[in-house]
């Protein structure tokens, strides 16, 4: 099996951190880009050098699944350590194992602390748990893998007291435009569902509370779907059993074909059957279907289960990312709803492919005024503009009293905005090293750079603007120097422009007694008049 080229890029990525003796690094891969195919083909690498390989997760389905397209994909036949299996009498080489069943101390007791030279852990968000955190530090000297979908920054933070580094990320938006994924597009239900009395626990929403705040708007939410979706195929997440079954004999009356499912349905494989084969067009869940099932023709996910946590929503969403031209998809369509909460707290479609919460708010509301189905592209898009005009209205002011400073060197912020680095604006450390304080040496270089460096936080900032300062330095774009006097002179947006172009304008205001040349207005100037 041929690897896509991001595929074959996180692969690669992968032995290079490890080779680096970065030994647990992560890879991200949003639902539907093949991260069980990236793992396999790494497991293969491994099997090749001799080595012993243990993919690790929670769910008896991620593990056969696993197992699976290992085979299809490298021929590769796996030993299982669940229940009463062991691998210990087998000769295959790569073993998946329950983490449940792998904890049990007399279970790990049986195996030495380098049996297994490699440990894969599927659905890594949640290798913090105290469960695998016995089985990885009983196998200490192996390297590790995690393979998650898009997580949010918090657990970003979180996988960083665990993990090394992130070896490869690969976004939904990059997905979605080389046709990988379907496009979404995202429409926001009039229906102001009050959440104000439902309570926090663990980080999230109490399903016990969600399910009795939810219960007195079904019959409105119904009634608003019937107007949207009843002719697609959709999947619908609720809080709790109850109110997953309660719902779906709403909808029947409301004329869908209805599926309900749950982790009590003892029919439950032949019902997700059904469904994929077109019996119900709509599937009711309690929370089951957030990992491991694929029903690619789902062309509509309905989230009645609010989240805080973004990896759980990108979870749900994943349901319906997969392509299926020939059941006639084109989109994905995602409805949101007027929850009523602390808005700054609660997930999204924004939140899907935003790394600003600026821009994330500011999309949100772009998605609510629409009325109607909204591509979350554009919209990112139009949001990032929005956020970007006020940031520079904002910097204008503080440009202004900079001037007065007299300061030699530039403001960081100044910088960020004039080369247009919004993953610079919007930067949050997540690993160790990141959180430090910058070092002297990246203080002393940053200002002979031309960077004020005291307002830089940590580590991970400073050398993600020495990265970038480098890289333009070579592409023969303006320095920070050439930024500041340009700017400070009413020019915009200088760090787009050429080295050469922006010399050449300096010149010519030094000839002129450092003075802007009549005929010159720098607020519409473009850059082809120095020519």
């Known amino acids: 099996m041929k690897l896509r080229p991001y595929q074959e890029e996180a692969k690669e990525a992968i032995f290079a951190e490890w080779e680096k003796g970065r030994h647990k690094t992560l890879i991200v891969l949003p639902t539907g880009t093949g991260k069980t195919i990236v793992f396999s083909k790494v497991i293969e690498d491994c099997v090749r050098k001799g080595e012993r390989v243990l993919i690790l997760a929670h769910r008896g389905e991620l593990l056969d699944q696993a197992a699976d397209k290992l085979k299809k994909s490298t021929g590769l036949m796996c030993a299982t350590e669940k229940a009463e299996e062991s691998c210990l009498d087998s000769w295959f080489r790569v073993v998946v194992g329950s983490v449940q069943t792998m904890m049990r101390e007399k279970r790990l007791a049986q195996f030495s602390e380098d049996y297994f030279n490699t440990i894969i852990i599927d659905e890594a968000h949640h290798c913090l748990a105290d469960s695998y955190q016995r089985v990885l530090n009983h196998f200490h000297k192996s390297n590790v893998l995690g393979v998650t979908a898009t997580p949010d920054r918090g657990d970003m933070r979180n996988l960083g007291q665990y993990f090394e580094s992130l070896a490869y990320e690969y976004t939904l938006p990059k997905a979605i435009k080389a046709g990988y994924l379907s496009p979404i597009k995202a429409q926001t239900i009039p229906l102001q569902l009050d959440l104000s009395a439902v309570g926090v626990q663990s980080g ?80 009711c869940n309690s929370m089951l279907l957030t990992e491991g099932w694929d029903c690619p023709s789902v062309d509509c996910i309905v989230v009645l289960r609010p989240t805080k946590i973004r990896s759980l929503y ?218």
């Open 204 to 283: 999230d929403f109490k399903a016990g509370d969600l399910g009795t705040a939810l219960d007195p708007y079904l019959h409105q939410i119904a009634d608003e779907m019937s107007k949207i979706c009843m002719d697609r195929k959709t999947v619908v997440f609720l809080p709790l059993i109850k109110t997953s079954q309660k719902f779906a004999e709403i909808l029947n009356d409301y004329g869908f074909s209805v599926a309900e499912v749950n982790g009590e349905s003892k029919n439950r494989a032949e019902i997700l059957s059904d469904f994929d084969r077109g019996k119900y067009n709509v599937l």
């Open 314 to 531: 990108c979870q749900m969403v994943g349901r319906g990312t997969r392509l299926s031209p020939e059941t006639g998809k084109t989109e994905l369509l995602l409805l949101d709803f007027l929850w009523h909460t602390e808005r700054h707290e609660l997930c999204h479609p924004a939140h899907l492919i935003c790394e600003s919460s600026e821009v994330a708010q500011k999309m949100t509301e772009i998605i609510e005024g629409a009325g109607c189905p909204i591509d979350i592209e554009e919209a990112e898009a139009k949001a990032a503009e929005d956020v970007i005009a006020q940031r520079e209205e904002s910097l204008a002011k503080q440009l202004q009293e900079m001037r007065h400073r007299k300061r030699k060197l530039v403001d960081p912020l100044q910088f960020e905005m004039s080369i247009q680095a919004e993953d610079l604006a919007g930067y949050v450390p997540n690993f160790g090293w990141e959180m430090s304080p910058p070092t002297e040496k990246q203080m002393k270089a940053l200002e002979r750079f031309g960077i004020f460096p005291d307002e830089i936080e940590n580590a991970g900032k400073a050398a993600k603007i020495l990265d970038r300062l480098e890289k333009r330095r070579k592409d023969g774009l303006t320095t920070p120097k050439q930024i500041r006097f340009l700017e400070s002179r009413g020019f915009r947006a200088v760090g787009t422009w050429e080295f050469d172009q922006a010399r050449k304008l300096i010149d010519r205001i030094a000839c002129n007694g450092w003075h802007v040349p009549k005929g010159i207005d720098p607020a519409t100037f473009h850059i082809t008049e120095t020519h």
